[in-house]
DNA sequence: TTAATTTCGGATATAATTATCCTTTATTAC
DNA sequence: GTAATAAAGGATAATTATATCCGAAATTAA
């Protein structure tokens, strides 16, 4: 469903944000044992995540990561999808076909819309928050 | 959603079905031609759906694919899928852990557990004939 | 039997995704 | 200022998905 780049991503955005929370700034290596993802190529997610504006970062001893409040409130998950897996999620024919629309839907398509458009909205509908809040009574799940 | 061989097999058998209904076999450079895919490729992808007794094929001249009434009666969209790209479009933890399941669920589980399983019921509750009934209006659209 | 057609199957090539390695840059503590 | 820590960024490697090529086997028609 999602690229592994995009579940790294949800996955350090979610620990991240829980350390964040406690007023904790997280390292590269506390996240990939965390979220259970090969640590250089996590760096690179990273780097993606903090490019992109959903997290910050610090270099330097106590350095780290860590992300905003305003962040976590107000970035929904489709933002940090959108980022990795661009909107093929969501967006275009069920069977490939490039001219395939409501006007000139091939035999899947108004299938696949409402399906498409639940995943959408619920991507869109639940910000980084609204994860974080049914967290709280389980802290293992992000370990694989 | 699905991957590229996905799309082409579903694309070739639901070709197919329209011209075997009409009594027609259809050789690999036809399919390849009408569903807009690479011709080697699509030969692979035809071995496959063969090989796993949902179309039929004759060698040598006046042969080519062909699929069985009853196979488009009871063949369900789920079991070529199932196919090429297995089931982890519908099984398995959206953020990836392994250990994600209803009794120890990840913040999103439940999100995708619905939505997941409308998509795994589109599939299986849909046959060849199905779709190729909705194919008669309009013969254009397996064009890529 | 020969030639033509068509699928089958193995080997290989290309592209995209996933992953690793190493050097540079910034920050902190001493 | 030196050493240690940590992210940033460039280069490269491994793996998987996508795609091509070619010869073999089967079938048909003449």
Not at 57 to 66: A, E, H, I, L, R
Not at 76 to 103: E, H, M, P, R, W
């Amino acid at each position: 469903m999602f690229s592994k780049s995009c579940e790294y991503a949800l996955r350090s955005v979610l620990f991240i944000t829980q350390q964040s929370e406690m007023g904790k700034k997280v390292n590269l290596t506390a996240i990939s044992e965390e979220i259970g993802s090969p640590i250089a190529f996590t760096a690179k997610i990273l780097q993606q995540l903090s490019k992109n504006d959903i997290i910050q970062s610090t270099k330097g001893p106590k350095g780290g990561f860590y992300i905003e409040q305003s962040k976590v409130e107000e970035i929904a998950l489709s933002t940090v999808v959108q980022i990795f897996d661009g909107n093929k999620l969501y967006v275009g024919c069920g069977l490939g076909l490039s001219n395939c629309d409501a006007a000139n839907p091939c035999p899947l398509h108004f299938k696949f819309v409402e399906i498409r458009s639940q995943l959408k909205n619920m991507l869109e509908n639940n910000t980084i928050q609204n994860l974080v809040e049914d967290m709280h009574s389980d802290l293992l799940w992000l370990k694989r």
